[in-house]
């Protein structure tokens, strides 16, 4: 007679709570899933914070995501080999979701380090507190800027949606990973080059302008020695061009989301 409860006997008379295995199935796999979306989530400071922190975090993620599960019928899905065949599916569609999220900023990152680079920025680093990497002041006020207008723009209260939606549509083990969800989230990769290429290519042009300003000033009157300002003058024009394209940031960072959620939906679509 197969198991399909855990029967746990208190000290009363009577007092026994009855745990479906299929309500404790759902719950592993719902961590699983949550976990995997931690582990790329652009939450500062998480990845440098302890493993406990964010198993906690996976708990309580999963622990408010539980009752929204549709139910399903009791399927015989406690083999062993089943169980880590639909951990696996789980784990990988948590990171998909996961990486889809976190390349919403890496756009705006990538032209910050190209401009920091030009501009000399790259001489004086700091650690950042989202990716725990050494990186150049400028990219890291990015980051953060670009953190925040994440907040200010609601696309977390969007997430939190998504993930709703998405475990009322797609219930745990009920995805499939197939190549199709490898080229959706690749086909992320090439407007994250293109949104860098914007957003540094006009101060990059402008900053190579000064170089080369400079560079035929010194040529016609050696005396002035114009090269050793170079690097203090590409920094003032540098904060400056960032300073006045501030404005544009808000819509990089809005038509990055729309893609990287039309690609979770699409993820999403993949449901047996």
């Known amino acids: 007679m197969p198991i399909d409860s855990i029967r746990i006997q208190g000290n009363y008379a009577g007092g026994e709570l ?38 906690v975090l996976g708990v ?46 890496e756009g705006l990152a990538l032209g910050t380090h190209m401009v920091s680079m030009q501009a000399g920025f790259s001489y004086a680093s700091t650690i950042d507190p989202t990716s725990n990497a050494d990186s150049a002041i400028i990219q890291v006020l990015i980051n953060m800027s670009s953190a925040l207008l994440f907040l200010a723009l609601g696309i977390d209260t969007i997430l939190f949606r998504f993930l709703l939606r998405s475990v009322e549509a797609v219930p745990p083990g009920h995805w499939t990973l197939t190549s199709s969800t490898a080229g959706a ?5 090439p407007p994250l080059f293109v949104d860098g290429i914007r957003w540094a290519l006009p101060v990059v042009a402008i900053l190579l ?14 005396q002035l020695q114009l090269l050793s300002l170079s690097f203090p003058i590409k920094m003032l024009a540098a904060m400056a061009l960032i300073a006045a394209g501030a ?9 990055a989301s729309i893609r990287s959620f039309e690609v979770m939906q699409a993820i999403l679509a993949t449901a047996r």
């Open 185 to 189: 989230v690749m086909a992320l990769f």
């Open 209 to 222: 302008v000064i170089d080369a300003a400079l560079a035929l000033l010194s040529r016609i009157q050696p």
């Open 18 to 55: 009855q745990i479906p295995l299929q309500l404790i199935a759902s719950f592993g796999l719902l961590l699983v899933r949550m976990t995997g979306l931690l582990t790329f989530l652009p939450i500062p400071g998480l990845r440098s914070g302890l493993e406990l922190h964010r198993l």
């Open 247 to 255: 404005p544009m940031l808000p819509g990089a960072l809005e038509r």
């Open 60 to 105: 309580l993620f999963t622990v408010l995501l539980l009752p929204w599960i549709p139910p399903t019928k009791s399927t015989d899905i406690y083999a062993l080999g089943e169980i880590i065949r639909l951990a696996v599916t789980e784990a990988a569609l948590g990171l998909a979701i996961g990486l889809c999220i976190a390349l919403i900023q």
